[in-house]
């Protein structure tokens, strides 16, 4: 089974600061989709961003973007700009797109303090 | 508006009890899938199902048992041979199946289960 390692438990940043949190993950697979997700305290998981592996061109989506580097096995999150409202726990994730049709396979998270 | 819905949201059980927890979707997806979540862990893959009547074992399988009758509905049943069953679950249906596509993963808003 693949795995995804995220190897900050906790991050800090403070408001308007640039912060980067890492991901790495392990695969014998060519084609597949990484995914990075928010929990807010209420636990509802919010779709941060994705990342087709055969793309080459890394994945943005407004303050948030990525850096892929499908030979390293690493998929980082840059947030730009981080606000209050950035605070959450962040979990990278790894999908297959081939006909295994297996789940996503989660890493143990990144708890993101942002400080005014 | 389309959706899953969990239910309860939280969930006491004496020790020795079993309790199932609901899951249904109105997005026509295929596939649904049963998470856990404790501290530290991430999301652990307990059960999923791509299709009617047929279901996996996810990596955390012992103690739980799964239903998938209908399309639209995916019970989970903590029996009382789950030694640790106080944690939150979480409910994630996927249009992609068989290898259709990754998709997207919708959440439902999670059930917490406690053990007394």
């Known amino acids: 089974a693949q795995t995804v390692t995220q190897s900050q438990p906790e991050m800090s940043v403070q408001e308007a600061e640039t912060v980067t949190l890492s991901c790495t993950y392990d695969t014998s697979e060519s084609d597949y989709y990484l995914f990075w997700y928010k929990q807010p305290p209420s636990r509802q998981m919010i779709l941060v961003i994705r990342q087709e592996a055969y793309k080459q061109q890394n994945a943005t989506e407004n303050r948030f973007s990525v850096n892929f580097q499908k030979a390293a096995k690493s998929f980082s999150l840059k947030i730009s700009d981080s606000q209050l409202g950035d605070a959450a726990m962040y979990f990278c994730a790894y999908r297959s797109a081939g006909n295994s049709g297996y789940a996503l396979n989660f890493g143990k998270g990144t708890s993101l303090l942002v400080t005014p | ?116």
């Open chain 2, 1 to 116: 508006d389309g959706g899953i819905t969990q239910s309860p949201k939280y969930l006491f059980r004496k020790e020795g009890q079993n309790v199932t927890l609901s899951c249904e979707q109105n997005l026509n997806h295929d596939a649904m899938y049963w998470y856990r979540q404790d501290p530290g862990q991430g999301l652990r893959l307990i059960y999923y199902s791509q299709i009617v009547n047929d279901f996996q074992k996810g990596d955390i399988a012992e103690g739980y048992s799964v239903s998938r009758e209908k399309k639209e509905s995916f019970p989970l049943t903590v029996t009382s041979a789950q030694k640790n069953p106080t944690a939150f679950y979480l409910c994630v249906s996927s249009i992609g199946a068989f290898g259709q596509g990754a998709g997207e993963l919708f959440f439902g808003e999670g059930s917490r289960l406690t053990v007394l």
